[in-house]
């Protein structure tokens, strides 16, 4: 149980164009989502964090008009990275976390998307 | 905002040999510890948890430490084995549904043969 899956696993794109990533988790209802950037060899930097009808909440230093997050329904995120650009290369995780599952302190995390703007 | 300190960034143990990874945190509010494992390209795994009412939990070779007064926060794998290789990271969170995790900056293992 608690399965997040992401789709694409990972996608290549022009500068300047924009991409979407989608985040679902597929055997339980999230009511938060939370969107990661790691960067190779390095930590995994929390971007913002999502509530299921709500605006999400960005950390301080993520451009918001940017990362554009949305979180529609109980079971899927989205990430917009608008206007991309090379140093937007990076991989994508997200994660998810409810009420009633038997830990609801713990997040379960997506495999991750691999982003290389060209 | 929490801040999550975690040395040494790069550890080498003989396959057998105990490894040992600590984290420091900085909010006192912060009352869920867990530690993943993470190999290259792949989304991090659960390997071990602590909730802040507990001062130690262990689960056959891992084990994790948490003194709350310091506020610091230890992974103890004993008998490492070759597969133990990999990226570990700590993280601080308030707990409760919808709270953020503050990781750690890792910490590369290397289990040698």
């Known amino acids: 149980g608690a399965v997040v899956s992401q789709h694409p696993s990972w996608v290549i794109c022009k500068s300047g164009t924009s991409v979407k990533i989608e985040c679902r988790s597929l055997?339980?209802?999230?009511?938060?989502m939370f969107w990661y950037r790691q960067f190779p060899k390095q930590s995994l930097m929390l971007m913002a964090t999502?509530?299921?009808?709500?605006?999400?909440?960005?950390e301080q230093g993520v451009e918001k008009d940017k990362f554009l997050i949305n979180h529609a329904s109980l079971t899927l995120s989205t990430l917009t990275v608008t206007s991309a650009h090379p140093e937007d290369s990076s991989f994508y995780i997200c994660?998810?976390?409810?009420?009633?599952?038997?830990?609801?302190?713990?997040?379960?995390f997506g495999p991750g998307t691999r982003l290389t703007v060209t | 905002g929490e801040n999550v300190e975690q040395h040494p960034s790069t550890l080498s143990v003989q396959e057998g040999d105990s490894a040992v990874i600590k984290c420091t945190y900085s909010d006192s509010a912060s009352n869920y510890f867990p530690w993943y494992k993470q190999e290259l390209g792949k989304r991090p795994q659960l390997i071990i948890d602590?909730?802040?009412?507990?001062g130690e939990k262990k689960d056959q070779r891992i084990a994790v430490t948490l003194n709350k007064t310091a506020k610091h926060f230890s992974l103890h794998i004993t008998e490492t084995q070759p597969e133990d290789s990999a990226v570990y990271f700590c993280?601080?969170?308030?707990?409760?549904?919808?709270?953020?995790?503050?990781f750690g900056t890792g910490t590369s293992l290397t289990v040698i043969p």
């Open positions: 999502s509530n299921e009808g709500s605006k999400a909440t960005y």
């Open positions: 602590i909730r802040s009412n507990v």
């Open positions: 993280a601080a969170s308030k707990g409760n549904t919808g709270n953020q995790f503050y």
């Open positions: 055997d339980f209802q999230a009511t938060t």
């Open positions: 994660s998810a976390s409810a009420p009633g599952l038997e830990s609801s302190y713990e997040q379960y």
